[in-house]
């Protein structure tokens, strides 16, 4: 049987946990299970958020495992033990397979295991993993990466993704599907889909910030980086230097984040036409719209809306997957 060894540690997210003990234990070849799934940790007993649980086995399980499964952590800022790291690259070197779901590819970048690879985790945790491990290539936009003997995933529900795609690399195309009718899961999600980022513009409490209100009370209308200096009573040199000093982005990537998350909203919380929220938005026309929101977002507006917008969304309980 394939060894899998889930790494609980200290503040473990209980849903990431859980995910690789569901999908893994799910699968079955002709009536007979192909996954030994355990759950290991530095200590017996780990507390979560909201209680604590046991393992039932310690850090020697990683010596045995084909592969290990980090869970995310909710606190990325803790330091990861000597310990943990040591069992870890010594798993590496031998030559198990080890993924992370969520933050627990901070556990992986602390080991050194994500130097000089692409990787990703949840999107409100790409750009800290970025500045914190400058060796990474961080992507915030897809589901998971698949680098051969380590991957990463994304937050929560990409773990899914992330082990289906393990058991179809493992088992073929046939016991993943069946694992995902288990789990009722879509089975047809990969890596490369986009992250649903909601498109914040950076901000700015210093001398920026009025020129900043002004640009997202205006949206709609023809704003430059020409009106945006204009406003900030600054010439156009300053205005970049000083923009990208204060925001960390152009003012023409800052434009385009905002009219993104103007549109996100637009679409989420009401029913104009796609024509309307690009104008609204502040869209030249609703071709470009289409094509720079999918660019960003990485589906098309319609999609979007059906997908987040209350009113568009399928009924509950009306139709199985």
């Known amino acids: 049987m394939h060894k899998i060894a ?13 995910i690789p003990c569901v999908i893994f234990e799910s699968v079955q070849i002709e009536n007979k299970s192909v996954y ?10 780990i507390k979560t958020q909201h209680f604590q649980i046991q393992t039932n086995a310690s850090l020697a399980a990683l010596k045995e495992a084909d592969t290990i499964i980090i869970p995310g952590i909710d606190n990325t800022f803790i330091t990861i033990s000597d310990t943990v790291i040591d069992a870890l690259t010594s798993a590496s070197k031998r030559g198990a397979r080890i993924a992370s779901i969520c933050s627990g590819a901070f556990v992986l ?15 409100f945790d790409c750009g800290r993993l970025a500045t914190r491990y400058p060796n990474i290539q961080v992507d915030p936009d897809v589901l998971f990466v698949d680098e051969g003997d380590i991957l990463t995933s994304a937050g929560l529900s990409a773990g899914v993704d992330m082990c289906l795609h393990l058991i179809r690399r493992d088992f073929g195309q046939g016991a993943a599907a069946a694992a995902a ?12 889909q986009a992250q649903f980022i909601h498109h914040e513009p950076p901000q700015s409490r210093s001398s920026l910030a009025p020129v900043l209100e002004w640009a997202q009370n205006n949206l709609s209308q023809s704003l430059c980086v020409e009106s945006l200096a204009a406003q900030s009573g600054m010439s156009m040199r300053t205005f970049h230097r000083r923009f990208r000093e204060q925001t960390g982005v152009t003012p023409t990537k800052w434009l385009l984040m905002a009219r993104i998350k103007r549109a996100q909203d637009l679409l989420e919380n009401s029913s104009g036409s796609i024509e309307k929220i690009a104008s609204e938005s502040g869209f030249a026309s609703p071709v470009t719209f289409r094509s720079r929101f999918k660019s960003e977002v990485g589906v098309a507006p319609t999609v979007y809306r059906q ?7 399928p009924k509950a309980g009306l139709k199985r997957r």
């Open 36 to 45: 030994n799934v355990t759950v290991c940790g530095e200590e017996p007993s």
């Open 181 to 192: 009718r288990f789990t009722v899961a879509q089975l047809d999600r990969d890596g490369g």
């Open 6 to 18: 889930v790494l609980a540690l200290q503040g473990v997210v209980p849903f990431d946990l859980g």
């Open 109 to 123: 970048a602390a080991a050194g295991l994500l130097d000089n690879r692409r990787a990703t985790t949840h999107w």
């Open 307 to 313: 997908r987040f917008n209350a009113q568009g969304a």
